[in-house]
Nanobody, 127 residues
Framework: VQLQASGGGLVQAGGSLRLSCAAS????????MAWFRQAPGKEREFVSFVTWSDSTTYYAGSVKGRFTISRDNAKSTVFLQMNSLKPEDTAVYYCAARRDTVDTVLRLTTAPGYDYWGRGTLVTVSS
């Protein structure tokens, strides 16, 4: 699976952006899709995931209520709608994928739990 994230840019605090992640090489049916982010000088951190089996979603506490993940299986694309953006949301955002198999939430919210990664897209939120 090849993943390509897009949609990043510069936005003022309080604004919105919508990220997209297009998958190629294989349909994303049967895959859990996720977003992670990495701010300068910090480790990569989990943002959100959505399962294939029942479209269950899960969010990091820092983005819950502001970000919404969704997927279009027919187009092999996953989205991240980001609202009420804050300067601390500034980071490179990465999409990731793994097979939709039973696993712990801990595993699904850490980078080693994913097998496929795309190049990131930079989101900069100005104050």
């Amino acid at each position: 699976v090849q993943l390509q994230a897009s949609g990043g840019g510069l936005v003022q605090a309080g604004g919105s952006l919508r990220l997209s992640c297009a998958a190629s090489g294989r349909n994303i049916n049967n895959y859990i899709m996720a977003w992670f982010r990495q701010a300068p000088g910090k480790e990569r951190e989990f943002v959100s995931f959505v399962t294939w089996s029942d479209s269950t979603t899960y969010y990091a506490g820092s983005v819950k209520g502001r970000f919404t993940i969704s997927r279009d299986n027919a187009k092999s694309t996953v989205f991240l709608q980001m609202n009420s953006l804050k300067p601390e949301d500034t980071a490179v955002y990465y999409c990731a994928a793994r097979r939709d198999t039973v696993d712990t939430v801990l595993r699904l919210t850490t980078a080693p739990g994913y097998d496929y990664w795309g190049r990131g897209t930079l989101v900069t939120v100005s104050s």
